[in-house]
């Protein structure tokens, strides 16, 4: 099947193909847990009556194979994949409520002609789908899916999202047709019916819960926490960790090397841009934890070497530009490992980001809202730029007096975006703020309200699932790594969003409690640095290198004049601003174009 062969990446280790009537399930391997070909997939079980196609791991399979084993069941591998078929053939679809792991995987009853496609609760893998009147076909990957010959019909309201959001949210993609099944969600096929089931949502009550003791809630995180890496360590195949030098990740390795006294850590550093270096601690937390650690240092050549492969495995338009950073450090890795843990879903978990201290500040101080919305004039005179630290401040500035006279709502929208909805409609040649964009809109909005987890809440279903959880798994597969998220462990996420905002965010600052549980893991300089976040340094890149590229090919005229979705005027616009001495967001919007082009050319030209 020429779909399989698109995804040789994610699994390098081996291809299999069930097929039997009118149904085909395929696999590529990455061998992880049960390195040997019993544990090959598709995998069927023992009478031949259902067949398996597994991504992903089912971490605490263990005590579930020992309760089988009890119950006469003789297992073929010591895989977590037969366990969790013989799972549901014990128990059914309700089985998915045992399973600790991340997954999006396929089961086929052979008698009863019934298809069972799962995804984990919070979207950590993919799971893309498109049905007609034909066909039903499901893949991990939209190019596996475009190998079939679908449709390709690009959906307009999923591009006048991604120009504002740099990338599509869930559970659109950018093509008409092509779902994304939502996390916490199955889809049971059957008789030519496609139903779909949630089986987990987010424990969240907008009602202020009874308050545990915030004692008692950081040695309840501890052990948690703990307990969610510990079950991350179990692996066939060697396994590391990302240590980038910021809180989140070094609670994840400080706790792996109190489990792994050998472990691997792996950080990048950028000599060309010292600002956004953070080596520095990386090394001193795995100096205090004796990890055998490595670092990476890339000059701003390294990042454009990596560039366009990085772009082109991408099959949905996605323009979060530590994309390629992730990509380098993915591929170094794997050199090494085939298995790394991270930091990720902290910050949305537990308050980290900068909007979040925006935001609270906004709600607590909101007799300043006039006073900042009537500066807004002096944010807009002075010079604004991504890759400079006062550039940076004043871009930050303007945000929060523009942030200052939205709603809740709207304001949320113009933080989580890049641009805005008056901006995007200048560049695109026909209306797209329709009824049907506007219920996109509302539908990722709906959470929020006037307690501060729901903005939380928020970012877990939109940010995270759809820009950071994306970016990992696709620039990890890329370089067929394996990146496992202990944070986002059910049971920790359920615990989190128990507690009240208080104990996250306060006037102290952001991610309170998470410092306070892990700060005896930490170097003291670590724990009180600011966030500080990474920048590809684009600018430097659109000025020089990439400038002829950019003018005479992606956004040149006369292919914007044949594409015929874009006013060239407005790109002319966009252009004279990005290359004046006041970028300010242009050079995010001019990635968005960019990245957009590159897969144009690629899947739609």
């Given at each position: ?6 995804l040789?990446?994610r ?7 069930f ?17 040997s070909?019993?544990a ?11 067949t ?19 119950k ?9 994949t ?10 059914g ?6 399973v ?21 609760r ?5 799971l ?30 999923s ?10 949210p ?31 949502q ?11 003791g ?8 501890r ?18 960790c990302?240590?980038s ?9 400080a706790l ?18 010292p ?21 990476f240092?890339?000059?701003n ?9 990085a ?13 390629l ?39 607590s ?25 006062f ?6 500035l ?15 929208w ?32 709906s ?23 994306t970016?990992?798994?696709?620039m ?27 104990f996250?965010i ?6 309170l ?24 340094p ?8 990439l ?21 060239y ?16 967001d ?17 899947y739609?030209?």
């Amino acid at each position: 099947m020429e779909s399989v062969k698109t995804l040789s990446k994610r699994g390098p280790d081996g291809e299999g193909v069930f097929n039997q009537e009118n149904i085909a399930l395929a696999h590529r391997r990455l061998a992880i847990i049960d390195t040997s070909a019993a544990a090959a997939q598709p995998f069927t079980d023992n009478s031949g009556r259902y067949t398996i196609t597994f991504n992903g791991e089912f971490f605490n399979f263990k005590p579930f194979r020992t309760e089988l084993e009890n119950k006469g069941i003789r297992f073929k591998s010591t895989s977590d994949t037969e366990v969790l078929l013989y799972l549901f053939i014990e128990h059914g679809p309700s089985f998915i409520h045992f399973v600790n792991g991340f997954f999006s995987f396929a089961i086929y009853d052979n008698l009863k002609k019934e298809l069972f496609v799962f995804r984990d609760r919070y979207g950590i893998k993919p799971l893309l789908f498109y049905r007609d009147e034909n066909i039903f076909a499901f893949a991990s990957e939209m190019k596996a899916l475009l190998a079939f010959g679908i449709p390709r019909k690009l959906d307009q309201v999923s591009l006048y999202t991604y120009l504002q959001l740099n990338y599509v949210p869930a559970p659109a993609t950018i093509l008409e047709g092509i779902s994304k099944l939502e996390p916490g969600h199955y889809l049971k096929v059957a008789d030519g019916l496609l139903e779909k089931q949630c089986y987990y949502q987010i424990p969240y009550s907008k009602n202020s819960q009874p308050s545990p003791g915030y004692s008692e809630s950081i040695m309840k995180l501890r052990s948690l926490l703990d307990d969610a890496v510990q079950r991350r360590l179990v692996s066939d195949v060697p396994l590391g960790c990302f240590l980038s030098g910021g809180i989140d990740s070094s609670v994840i390795a400080a706790l792996a090397a109190s489990h792994n006294p050998k472990l691997k850590t792996f950080s990048i550093g950028y000599r060309d841009e010292p600002l956004f270096d953070e080596t520095r601690y990386a090394c001193m937390l795995a100096k205090m934890h004796g990890t055998d650690h490595t670092v990476f240092s890339l000059g701003n050549d390294d990042l454009y070497e990596n560039l366009h492969q990085a772009l082109d495995y991408m099959d949905e338009p996605f323009a979060d530009p530590s994309a390629l950073a992730l990509y380098i450090l993915s591929n170094r890795t794997r050199k090494q490992v085939t298995v790394a843990l991270s930091g990720d879903g902290a910050d949305e978990l537990f308050a980290g980001y900068n909007k979040h201290s925006a935001e609270y500040f906004l709600r607590s101080k909101s007799y300043l809202s006039g006073l900042l919305s009537l500066s807004r004039p002096v944010w807009e005179s002075l010079p604004k730029s991504r890759n400079s630290a006062f550039g940076n401040k004043i871009r930050q500035l303007k945000k929060l007096s523009l942030g200052a006279s939205l709603s809740v709502r709207e304001r949320y929208w113009l933080w989580a975006g890049h641009s805005g909805e008056q901006q995007v409609q200048s560049l695109l040649k026909s209306e797209h703020a329709d009824v049907l964009y506007l219920n996109r809109k509302e539908n990722l909005l709906s959470s929020l309200n006037g307690n501060f987890n729901s903005v939380l809440l928020t970012d877990m279903q939109l940010v995270l699932q759809s820009d950071m959880l994306t970016k990992v798994d696709s620039m990890s597969m890329a370089n067929s790594l394996e990146v496992r998220v202990p944070f986002l462990d059910f049971t920790v996420v359920d615990f989190a969003f128990s507690l009240p905002a208080k104990f996250k965010i306060s006037p102290k600052g952001r991610k309170l409690i998470l410092k306070d549980a892990f700060s005896h893991l930490l170097p003291a300089e670590l724990l009180h640095k600011k966030k500080q976040g990474f920048e590809v340094p684009l600018l430097k890149w659109f000025k020089t290198s990439l400038k002829s590229r950019i003018t005479d090919d992606w956004l040149g005229k006369a292919f914007i004049e044949e594409q015929g979705l874009f006013r060239y005027s407005a790109i002319q616009n966009l252009l004279s601003q990005l290359f004046s001495a006041d970028p300010d967001d242009s050079v995010d919007r001019v990635w968005a174009l960019i990245v957009f082009q590159s897969w144009w050319k690629k899947y739609m030209q």
